[in-house]
């Protein structure tokens, strides 16, 4: 019997703006209006000024463990921006710029890393669920929500994104399985910032891109800059137009770098090399797109400034704000878990502290606590 192809696959690569600011008219042309382009830079902005503000949080013990966004704000913009509002964004802890862009107010993002719940509550309607630290369970999730939306009659679709990391998680397969099995609209956004924490790329996938796990499902896919915000919304508006219009699953591999540690609690330096940050510090979606714009007679030095300024005043009203948050009633963790709380939950609420026998704490001060004997002794 003679030998056939049975899978010819060819995966494109989009980069619209490099790093020198030089844009390709052909495949931008149109694509972002110039009045767009310059709330989306300022978008990226204030992500980035926040990140400043919420490392220097930290450091002063004011808030808890936070992973910086620098140098990959323009992956989740970009998906925001070419998303209707409608559409489910579902992310892990990397899209604070998608989700201001949604509406999601700063001081959610501060809350949840200064560890109240109520930073999770994502105001209505923004359609974005609370940021993901579990590695890989939002796509699941989104998965979940899009099938939904399906059942439903709705042209609703659902995008999530994820690290290279988190390819190699089970989650992903099951999401990634059932989305394409069962013809589910979802965008799946893998952020390849090349790391894993301290796990680098080739040892989390030893194929030439994280984009080709998506053939094995049957998926359509597609690589871009990640760090360029045209090739971002060129990438994006072809998976959402496809995702809405044939109900299926699209795979896009966005190739960024985190600029910053995994998070504050992570030191770098002990396993990158400073050559490669500085290679992707000239590669900044930021100056990138401020070059850009310079060059279009959009922007200037005067602007940047008033612009800092600006940013700056509402990043510290939202630190205000976060912090100025009316504190939360203890008993609150207790009464939104059950309709009917039980008596040893309630001692608890009621006394706030434990104990093993579930006692009030009064009752057996300087008590002699007996332990059962064992059957036989």
Not at 132 to 139: D, H
Not at 239 to 259: C, D, H, M, N
Not at 351 to 363: K, L, R
Request: with cysteine; proline share 5%; glycine share 8%.
């Amino acid at each position: 019997m003679p030998i056939k192809t049975v899978l010819t696959a060819e995966i494109e690569n989009v980069s619209i703006l490099d790093a020198e600011g030089r844009f390709d008219e052909k495949l931008g042309k149109g694509l972002i209006p110039d009045a767009d382009l310059v709330k989306l830079y300022g978008h990226m902005c204030t992500c980035r000024h926040l990140d400043e503000v919420a490392f220097k949080l930290q450091r002063s013990g004011r808030m808890g463990t936070y992973p910086q966004n620098m140098g990959q704000e323009a992956a989740s913009l970009g998906a925001a921006y070419a998303l209707n509002n409608d559409d489910w964004l579902v992310t892990c802890y990397r899209e604070n710029c998608g989700l201001f862009w949604r509406g999601v107010p700063m001081e959610s993002i501060l809350l949840h890393w200064m560890g109240d719940e109520r930073g999770n509550a994502m105001p209505r309607p923004h359609h974005a669920t609370p940021i993901a630290v579990p590695i890989g369970t939002q796509m699941l999730h989104a998965t979940g929500l899009a099938w939904a939306a399906k059942y439903r009659g709705e042209k609703r679709i659902a995008c999530t994104f994820f690290g290279d990391g988190a390819t190699s998680e089970g989650d992903f397969h099951e999401a990634m399985n059932f989305a394409a099995n069962l013809d589910i609209p979802v965008v799946f956004c893998c952020q390849n910032n090349g790391w894993a924490i301290s796990v680098p790329g080739k040892i989390q996938c030893s194929a030439p891109t994280v984009a080709q796990r998506a053939l094995a499902y049957g998926m359509d896919t597609i690589q871009c800059d990640g760090n360029d915000l045209f090739a971002v919304v060129h990438c994006f508006r072809k998976a959402i137009k496809q995702a809405r219009s044939t109900g299926r699953p699209f795979f896009i591999e966005a190739v960024t770098y985190r600029l910053g540690d995994h998070t504050t609690a992570d030191d770098a330096r002990r396993y990158r090399d400073q050559a490669e940050v500085d290679a992707w510090k000239a590669r900044d979606p930021l100056i990138r797109l401020r070059k850009y714009m310079a060059k279009k007679g959009l922007w200037n030095d005067a602007k940047e400034q008033e612009l800092q300024a600006k940013v700056e005043v509402e990043v510290a009203a939202a630190v205000e704000r976060a912090e100025g948050i009316t504190p939360p009633n203890r008993a609150d963790f207790f009464d939104h878990m059950y309709a009917e709380i039980p008596a040893d939950l309630a001692l608890q609420r009621d006394t706030m502290q434990t104990h093993g026998i579930g006692q009030d704490p009064s009752q057996i001060e300087g008590a002699v606590i007996e332990l059962p004997a064992k059957e036989g002794h």
